[in-house]
């Protein structure tokens, strides 16, 4: 068992010269930039995460569908915003491409999505659900649906409003941020 004051492993993969766009690290990686709030706030987020009622429907879905946390990702996201270039997916995700690529292959073998060329660039490939994709992102989505309901039954209507209040300024900045960078949401 892990105790607070042991730090776990660096695990970083350098992506710079193999095909992928290279990530954005921060400079003070080696140095302890931290703060107080984002410590508190990396503290709370673990604690919550140690709260298995919050993590009890997914884990069950993956469980049942036979699915990675990956595979279940992938499927929210196409059954959330349709279908999607494979390289816009694995940025979605948060993968690679090379990663991506083995993770559709599965499940197009599971029969849950498929591929198909982009009308607008025939180069690109397009993944979509399946008819059985699309039944299982509805099982998933409702699976996040009863997580997010437990989150908010444990809060007040005040903090409720609140919270929401605090989680949309910080989209418009981010929308903000973006913006003056030239960047758009992937």
Same mark, same amino acid.
């Given at each position: 068992m892990r105790r607070p004051d042991d730090k776990p492993a660096l695990r970083v993969q350098p992506l710079v010269g /193999? @095909?992928?766009?290279?990530?954005?690290?921060? /400079?003070?990686?080696?140095?302890? %930039?931290s703060t107080p709030e984002s410590r508190r706030l990396h503290a709370l987020m673990i604690e919550l995460g140690r709260h298995r009622s919050l993590k009890n429907p997914l884990a069950g879905i993956c469980e049942d569908l036979q699915l990675t946390p990956t595979q279940m990702h992938v499927l929210a996201w196409l059954g959330q915003d349709g279908p999607v270039q494979v390289? +816009? $997916?694995a940025h979605r995700v948060g993968i690679t491409r090379k990663t991506i690529t083995g993770v559709v292959d599965r499940l197009e073998g599971m029969g849950m999505v498929e591929r198909t060329r982009d %009308?607008?660039? &025939?180069? %690109?490939?397009?993944? &979509?659900l399946t008819a059985r994709g699309e039944d299982n992102y509805r099982r998933i989505h409702r699976g996040v649906d009863a997580g997010m309901r437990r +989150?908010?039954?444990?809060? @007040? #209507?005040? /903090?409720?409003? #609140?919270?929401?209040? +605090?989680?949309?300024?910080? $989209?418009? &900045?981010?929308?903000?941020?973006? =913006?003056?960078?030239? =960047? =758009? #949401?992937?």
């Open positions: /193999d @095909g992928e766009e290279e990530h954005d690290l921060p /400079d003070e990686l080696g140095e302890d %930039a390289g +816009i $997916l %009308a607008e660039d &025939r180069r %690109a490939v397009v993944v &979509r +989150i908010l039954d444990l809060m @007040g #209507a005040e /903090d409720q409003e #609140a919270f929401f209040g +605090i989680v949309e300024r910080m $989209l418009k &900045r981010l929308g903000t941020e973006a =913006q003056g960078t030239g =960047q =758009q #949401a992937v």
